[in-house]
């Protein structure tokens, strides 16, 4: 039997469920925004998310998923899917790529689906371009150590290859998806022989960086094991930047006192560094209570100019220097119900704009906003009530993607 770990998810989760009640979802909310797959393309939209059940909440028959399109007057379509947890979306000049548990999709002036049985969370996807896709999926833990699905799929069909390792933090490296992991299984063996300890009091003390496509025999190539700081991290779509991984992490001192910082890894070699996040004086702290720290909020066009642009748990949007860690206050966002009590937030960086769907504090309202990254001008809004009425049923924001600048 599997043991699948997503401790991590545990507080999301149940601010979901505590905003959005244990209702069953149907297509009542978005029914009249549900379009057949043979009207689906990406003419006139501006944006696309996903939302989905708790796959430990998912149905044999009917929709546990939505693909939702808006368009640039606020107009919503939606694609019923099979449900897919924590689904990831990915909006390049090739079009969109997604994925249900029974399917992977591209959708462009049309959509195909590609039959593709997998399991239920997803950890990553990408476009590849020509209408190809990769994505992530968390198999679980068994005796022999933790599992994830990678699955390629083209025009030609699709392909499965489990690969080991939970990967927290993930990211496309010139068409090669990269990954961070716990050791495990054979690796775990590996880490001890190097005298690394996996974990601390805490949280993680040894972290192995993978390929985790374009291998000879589909499996991973774990380019190193190294010992870091004891920390937290989670990342989706890390940006990756002349060879080179970027995330932000929380470490624990002996106390239990996180820290956060910024990690750069080598994807050639799983060298690193790590920088102290380091505020301004007089800047409000970055922590929130239990909270803690935001190790998300940011995506693959996060880097600029030598700095990661990120959204801070409060909203507001920071850059750090990726050689120094000095942080600075950019802008802060005004979208409606971005708090840091809010687990249904998602955001998306181009390289012009930064765009984040939120939901208000009660779960009434959602919000679609654009802003312009170099000034904070509010380029575009939409209150979605459909979107909110829907998260009402069980559904939850999973993430979002934006036409390409």
């Not at 505590?18 to 297509?27: E, F, K, M, N, W």
Request: net charge negative; glycine share 10%.
């Amino acid at each position: 039997m599997f043991a699948r770990r997503k401790a991590r998810l545990f507080l999301p989760l149940m601010l979901v469920l505590a905003t959005t009640g244990c209702g069953l979802p149907g297509t009542e909310p978005l029914k009249k925004a549900v379009v057949d797959g043979q009207e689906m393309n990406l003419e006139g939209s501006v944006a696309a998310f996903y939302l989905s059940r708790q796959s430990r909440e998912f149905r044999r028959s009917g929709p546990n998923g939505y693909l939702v399109l808006v368009d640039g007057d606020g107009e919503l379509r939606a694609l019923e899917t099979s449900g897919m947890d924590n689904a990831q979306v990915d909006w390049s000049e090739h079009g969109l790529v997604f994925a249900d548990t029974a399917n992977d999709y591209h959708l462009q002036d049309t959509l195909r689906a590609v039959p593709s049985t997998k399991t239920d969370f997803q950890q990553a996807m990408s476009g590849l371009g020509a209408g190809k896709s990769l994505g992530l999926y968390n198999e679980g833990s068994s005796e022999n150590g933790y599992t994830e699905q990678a699955v390629a799929s083209s025009a030609d069909g699709s392909t499965l290859r489990d690969v080991k390792g939970f990967y927290q933090v993930t990211g496309y490296c010139d068409g090669t998806l990269v990954g961070l992991a716990e050791p495990t299984g054979p690796y775990a063996q590996e880490a001890a022989r190097l005298g690394h300890t996996p974990m601390g009091e805490y949280s993680y003390r040894s972290l192995m960086l993978s390929r985790l496509s374009g291998t000879p025999d589909g499996a991973e190539d774990v380019v190193g094991i190294r010992e870091v700081d004891e920390s937290s991290q989670d990342a989706t779509d890390a940006p990756c930047v002349e060879g080179k991984l970027h995330h932000l992490a929380t470490t624990y001192d002996t106390a239990g006192i996180p820290k956060p910082v910024i990690r750069s890894w080598d994807v050639a070699t799983a060298s690193f560094t790590q920088h102290d996040i380091v505020l301004s004086p007089g800047t409000p702290a970055l922590e929130h209570g239990d909270l803690g720290f935001q190790n998300q909020g940011y995506s693959r066009e996060s880097v600029r100019e030598g700095n990661l642009d990120w959204v801070a748990i409060d909203g507001r949007v920071m850059s750090t220097s990726l050689g120094t860690g000095r942080t600075v206050v950019l802008f802060a966002l005004a979208a409606d119900g971005y708090a840091d009590r809010s687990s249904q937030n998602s955001v998306e960086f181009t390289p012009t704009s930064i765009a984040v769907m939120t939901t208000g504090p009660d779960g009434r309202t959602v919000s679609f906003v654009q802003y312009d990254r170099t000034t904070g001008e509010e380029l575009r809004r939409f209150e979605l009530p459909a979107v909110a009425k829907a998260l009402g049923t069980g559904l939850a924001l999973r993430d979002l993607a934006v036409r390409p600048d």
